[in-house]
């Protein structure tokens, strides 16, 4: 799915890997989560609130959203 339809300037980080990728995330500022239908960020959001992050979910994930902030452009060119 993030390699087809993503938001601007998101990074990409599997459920999986967010334990060990915790250094990525912004602690200062309001981070916005995002999957394909929502339900894994719902939950990444509600532990990263109780931890004390400004953690925000986009609801009904990328399937859902019809808003203006959507990159398609070809991975290989953001590397």
Same mark, same amino acid.
């Given at each position: !799915?993030?390699?087809?339809?993503?938001?601007?300037?998101? *990074? $990409? *980080?599997?459920?999986?890997? @967010?334990?060990?990728? !915790? $250094?990525? *995330? $912004?602690?200062? #500022?309001?981070?916005?989560?995002?999957?394909? /239908?929502?339900?894994?960020? +719902? %939950?990444?959001? /509600?532990? %990263?609130?109780? !931890?004390?992050? /400004?953690?925000?979910? %986009?609801?009904? #994930? +990328? @399937?859902?959203? /019809?808003?203006?902030?959507?990159?398609?452009?070809? %991975?290989?060119?953001?590397?």
């Amino acid at each position: !799915m993030y390699e087809q339809d993503r938001l601007w300037g998101s *990074i $990409n *980080i599997p459920f999986e890997e @967010l334990e060990c990728r !915790m $250094n990525e *995330i $912004n602690s200062r #500022g309001t981070v916005v989560f995002y999957c394909d /239908r929502g339900a894994k960020s +719902m %939950l990444v959001c /509600r532990d %990263l609130w109780r !931890m004390g992050y /400004r953690a925000v979910d %986009l609801a009904g #994930g +990328m @399937l859902q959203y /019809r808003g203006k902030y959507i990159d398609r452009s070809p %991975l290989s060119a953001l590397e």
